[in-house]
Structure formats: C-alpha cells, structure tokens
C-alpha cells in the first residue's frame, strides 16, 4: 500500500470451537483424494463408477460383454491401451444408467492422444451421443478439424466449441478435471480444471440447427434420450482415468 493511502476493517470474528461443518447440499465439492469419495460427496449422493481397482461398473459398449482386453487397471488408474496391434474390446460403457446427472473426472493425456466421455446415449445405439472431447489440441490433427475449433478438448464434439484459455489446461503427463452436468431443464454444462467452458440447451432450436449441419444429422433425437449410461472411447491412444464418480440430480 502506498504512503497516505488507507483500509479500514470492521466486523472482524473468528470462532474457534463448537466447530460444524454446514450442510453440503448445494455447495461444490473438491476432493482431490483419488478414487475417493468424501462424506460430503456421499451426501450429495455421488457414487464411483471406479474404484481404482476394476471395472466392476463397466462393459463392452457393442457386445454388453466384461471388459478384458484394451483396459487396464494399472496403479489405481484406468488406462486405455496404446498398442494398434491387439484388437481390444473397444469403447466401454456403464452398467447403470442415469437420468441427469453430474459426472467428475480426471484424466491424463499423453502426446497426441484422443478420447472422449459420451452421454445422452440409448436411442441410437449403444455408442451415439454426445461427446465430452478429450484431446492433445497441440498434436492431434482431429483439433484443427470441424467447424470453429469444435473439435478440441473440452468441447461439445463436432458442435459447440470449448471456451477455454490455454494457461488453464494442464499439459500432456498431467492431470486435468472435467465435469458434465446435465440438468432437468436439458441445460447441459462442461467444465474444465473449475471453469465452464461449454454450456447449451439439449433439445433447443440452436441445438437442432448445429446437429442438423455435424456429423450426427441423421441420427433422430440425437443426444436426448432421457437416461443414459456412461461411455469411455477407446482411440488406441494412451490415456489415463481416475476419480471417475457420478450422482443423479
């Protein structure tokens, strides 16, 4: 501060004992534990669709087989695997499915790599819908694709794209947070490392008329189904998963 300038305080309290915590509902939980879940997340009701130790909650998207090749659970972390060569069992889905919904993630990309989290799944197949973009924007092709960057991390895939500033994505070998949040009203948000960087109205004008000139446009109610599993992709590209957890709204 500089000389003659002033701050004035008033009102100043500290409490420091009968200490209780307020209620959680409402209120945005960060747990940076993997594979964890806080009381607080578990009175919000989410529930870990990993474990950090299988794939108990998952199976093959295209048969509804187990999982048993492709995905591996290796240090507590899901990891797609790299080698072309070994067919795999491809994308991999939930079990369970959900109506709207707040999904949390962390993933980790290496050089070059892409994947992506679909939702909005179920009458188009076990493996159409919306996708939630994850991508190496600096060395994938897929980044310089689509229309106005719809195709880089973050982004509604081939739709809308992320509004992101790049000091706020984390490099390759490092981890990033995502979410989805999917409201009753067909509002639909994606975040990225704590900021919204996507946000659209499922089922509105704007969102038929950008299905309607995408890659998606002859697919019939595309994205709206009202419950949906979880999808993981699998590109053949190395990437990493954890702290993947979900609750319905």
Known sequence: MESGQQIKWKNIRIKTSNLKPLPSQGIYVVNLLPNNLSEAEKEQGFELLFNGKDLSNW???????PVKKGWEVINNELVVN?????????DIITKKEFGPFELKFDFKLTEGA?????????NNGPQIGLEYQILDDEKHPDAKQGVVANRTLASLYDL??????????NKTGEWNQGRIVVYPDNTVQHWLNGRKVVEYNRGSAIYKALVARSKYAEYKDFGMAPKTPILLTDHHDNVFFRSIK????
């Open 246 to 249: 979900i609750r319905e709204l």
């Open 59 to 65: 199976k093959v998207a295209s048969s509804g087989e």
């Open 114 to 122: 892409n994947n992506g989290i679909k939702y909005g799944i179920g």
């Open 160 to 169: 809308i794209p992320a509004e992101k500033e790049a000091r706020f994505v």
């Open 82 to 90: 790299a080698n072309k060569e070994v067919k795999g069992d491809g």
